[in-house]
């Protein structure tokens, strides 16, 4: 049960850069239920508040195995680890869930939220996610078009806006 392992706070009471978070340490987004779910890593996002509400944005690309769980499902969870980690959230980012068992990755261990969203007793800090909204990236919309060059084969993202429901902290 994630109340023995973790804190509930607030949004408004993590203590961490959000560009340092998101940017440097990177999250894992994890999508589906605690028998069959998939993570990826991510490097770009964004946590703030939008329609009164605390938000972050995630950003995946459609041909990544995540997508088709983030597709299906109202909860997501974003999960931050300490540095010792760092070789596990290289893994789940360069590998697909199509060639290996994520749900096996030895070194993590998943627990259910109390949404249903998935998440690691490993993490440091964990925000329990409700999708709100979704779109995809339209290139027509760039205004500076070196941004162009990061999608060559034009296989553009799409975002998601998950209402932060619960933030849980080590």
């Given at each position: 049960m994630i109340e023995k392992l973790f804190k509930k706070i607030s949004p408004d009471e993590i203590r961490e850069n959000v560009f340092s978070l998101i940017g440097k340490e990177w999250m894992l987004i994890t999508a589906g239920k605690i028998d069959h779910y998939n993570m990826m890593t991510a490097s770009w996002g964004s946590a703030g508040v939008l329609w009164k509400k605390p938000v972050i944005f995630t950003f995946i690309r459609p041909q990544r195995y995540t997508y088709e769980f983030i597709e299906k499902h109202a909860h997501f969870s974003v999960s931050f680890f300490n540095e010792a980690h760092r070789d596990l959230l290289n893994l789940c980012g360069t590998t697909s869930g199509r060639d290996l068992n994520k749900m096996n990755v030895e070194g993590l261990t998943a627990l259910e939220t109390p949404s249903g969203a998935v998440a690691f007793e490993q993490a440091k800090l964990i925000l329990e996610c409700r999708k709100i909204y979704y779109d995809d990236i339209e290139p027509d919309f760039f205004q500076i078009f070196d941004i162009?060059?990061?999608?060559?084969?034009?296989?553009?993202?799409?975002?998601?806006?998950?209402?932060?429901?619960q933030v849980w902290e080590k």
């Amino acid at each position: 049960m994630i109340e023995k392992l973790f804190k509930k706070i607030s949004p408004d009471e993590i203590r961490e850069n959000v560009f340092s978070l998101i940017g440097k340490e990177w999250m894992l987004i994890t999508a589906g239920k605690i028998d069959h779910y998939n993570m990826m890593t991510a490097s770009w996002g964004s946590a703030g508040v939008l329609w009164k509400k605390p938000v972050i944005f995630t950003f995946i690309r459609p041909q990544r195995y995540t997508y088709e769980f983030i597709e299906k499902h109202a909860h997501f969870s974003v999960s931050f680890f300490n540095e010792a980690h760092r070789d596990l959230l290289n893994l789940c980012g360069t590998t697909s869930g199509r060639d290996l068992n994520k749900m096996n990755v030895e070194g993590l261990t998943a627990l259910e939220t109390p949404s249903g969203a998935v998440a690691f007793e490993q993490a440091k800090l964990i925000l329990e996610c409700r999708k709100i909204y979704y779109d995809d990236i339209e290139p027509d919309f760039f205004q500076i078009f070196d941004i162009e060059k990061i999608y060559p084969t034009e296989d553009y993202h799409r975002f998601y806006i998950g209402e932060i429901v619960q933030v849980w902290e080590k």
